[in-house]
Nanobody, 123 residues
Framework: VQLQACGGGLVQTGGSLRLTCAAP????????VGWFRQSPGKEREFVGG????????IYTDSVKGRFTISRDVYKNTVYLQMNSLKPEDTAIYYC?????????????????WGQGTLVTVSS
């Protein structure tokens, strides 16, 4: 099972990027999806997640009001829209498929992970 995250790149402070996570239907169809990120020398941290229907989202405090997660259930795709980016948002971003219908901030709750996409925010 493979998840594919893409859309990363280099952006200036205050800019925007949209990350995309795609997967086979059987991976996403009844599962919550989470986004995580990892900076050099730091633990992988939870960014946000969305439930399998797409009606419920959760976010870590540092991205609330700036990041938005959505999903297209017909395309088996989840998006992470990132606005007002800051240098501290620089990281490799990963998407993951939850073991349940709901997202979780606990990495252990995720069964499948994508390879990650690099986001660099310059000051």
């Amino acid at each position: 099972v493979q998840l594919q995250a893409c859309g990363g790149g280099l952006v200036q402070t205050g800019g925007s990027l949209r990350l995309t996570c795609a997967a086979p239907r059987r991976t996403f169809s009844n599962n919550g999806v989470g986004w995580f990120r990892q900076s050099p020398g730091k633990e992988r941290e939870f960014v946000g997640g969305i439930n399998w229907r797409g009606g419920n989202t959760i976010y870590t405090d540092s991205v609330k009001g700036r990041f938005t997660i959505s999903r297209d259930v017909y395309k088996n795709t989840v998006y992470l829209q990132m606005n007002s980016l800051k240098p501290e948002d620089t990281a490799i971003y990963y998407c993951a498929s939850s073991r349940s219908a709901s997202p979780s901030s606990d990495r252990a709750m995720y069964a499948y992970w994508g390879q990650g996409t690099l986001v660099t925010v310059s000051s």
